[in-house]
């Protein structure tokens, strides 16, 4: 897992180098909508994409988990289907009703049913190199996405440009965080402070609600922690009474702000008065702090994207090995994909 997370930025680069001269073997189409489909480790570079296709877009993007699509899905429609394995049957479901609807399909994955199905059935297709965990190859299936998005000119060339510039930051960032012994290692000190807390993590619509979704994600895999998630403004409106008293009754919980310089003013706003009349920034020690904030580096929104991500990813796997876990093992969910197989 060290290897895979400090290989992400590497990732980023050899599938733009790959596919910079793709070209869909289908005449190119105009979309008028964009469904991605995916589940779990395979699907998260797709809530990336939507948040910055919300900026540059001309069309709306919709992330979809499950295994029947929207009634709007048509001809019109570009459907993304992203399966590390090629094997999700969630995802295969989808796709297959989508095609069926007349979606114009591209398939990414490393192999698998997936891979089998693109080629029998004449739709795109990226293939990512294999050997990984999904959630430990974001770095292939994001690029890809973003890459099919430029080729359908929903997004201009220059989010390539971003994405590469943001890979440079995570490699540079990825020097320090991947080292335990050195001092300032951000991503190790808030491990400390959350390995044996409930991590509840807040991000923004618009910026960091897709990294809310990774780390807690993250946390559940690799560090085999229970953490919950939600966004603001939202949290303002209605977990914030519960959160309260979580802190008042049992004093467990450990708040996790993902911010970002492109968070609406009064989103800024709430989340300074929510961690003020929560109570999280009184009697608590300097050493088990009750909130803590991480943010991402770079000039763009897609820079500190994905700085943040890999800070994410990092403190996931200082976590794990803290509570004193291997952060690649899930034996759990490789039983149950094994008696889904059998039912």
């Not at 297959?96 to 693109?118: F, M, N, P, Y």
């Amino acid at each position: 897992m060290w290897s895979a997370v400090k290989g992400c930025p590497e990732q980023i680069k050899q599938i733009v180098g790959d596919y910079s001269d793709w070209t869909p073997q289908q005449p190119l189409m105009t979309p008028r909508k964009v469904l991605f489909v995916g589940m779990g480790g395979s699907a998260i570079g797709g809530d990336l994409v939507r948040v910055w296709a919300e900026k540059v877009a001309p069309v709306p993007m919709t992330v979809l988990r499950s295994y029947t699509v929207p009634h709007w899905v048509d001809d019109s429609t570009l459907v993304l289907a992203s399966s590390y394995s090629g094997d999700t049957e969630e995802t295969l479901a989808a796709v297959e009703q989508a095609a069926d609807k007349g979606g114009r399909i591209v398939a990414v994955a490393s192999g698998g049913q997936l891979a089998k199905l693109a080629a029998a059935s004449g739709w795109d297709y990226i293939q990512i190199p294999g050997g990984l965990q999904p959630r430990a190859a974001i770095g292939y299936s994001l690029a890809a996405t973003v890459m099919i998005m430029v080729k359908f000119q929903l997004f201009p060339t220059s989010v390539l440009e971003e994405l590469d510039l943001g890979s440079q930051i995570m490699a540079a960032e990825g020097e320090q965080w991947g080292d335990p012994d050195r001092d300032g290692n951000e991503a190790l000190e808030v491990a400390t402070f959350i390995a044996k807390r409930l991590p509840i993590i807040y991000g923004s619509v618009a910026t960091t609600e897709a990294l809310a979704i990774r780390l807690r994600g993250q946390l559940a895999e690799n560090s085999k922690l229970l953490a919950s998630h939600h966004l603001l403004p939202e949290q303002n409106h209605n977990e914030i009474v519960g959160l309260a008293e979580r802190i008042n009754d049992i004093g467990d919980p450990i708040i996790i702000w993902l911010l970002d310089e492109e968070d609406h003013a009064r989103v800024k706003l709430r989340q300074d008065l929510a961690g003020r009349l929560i109570g999280a920034r009184e009697a608590a020690p300097s050493s088990s702090p009750w909130e803590c904030s991480l943010a991402g580096s770079g000039t763009s929104l897609i820079q500190r994207n994905l700085s943040l991500l890999h800070r994410i990813d990092w403190v996931s796997y200082y976590t794990a090995l803290l509570r004193g876990y291997d952060p690649s093992a899930i034996e759990i969910l490789t039983r149950l994909k094994a008696e889904m197989k059998q039912s």
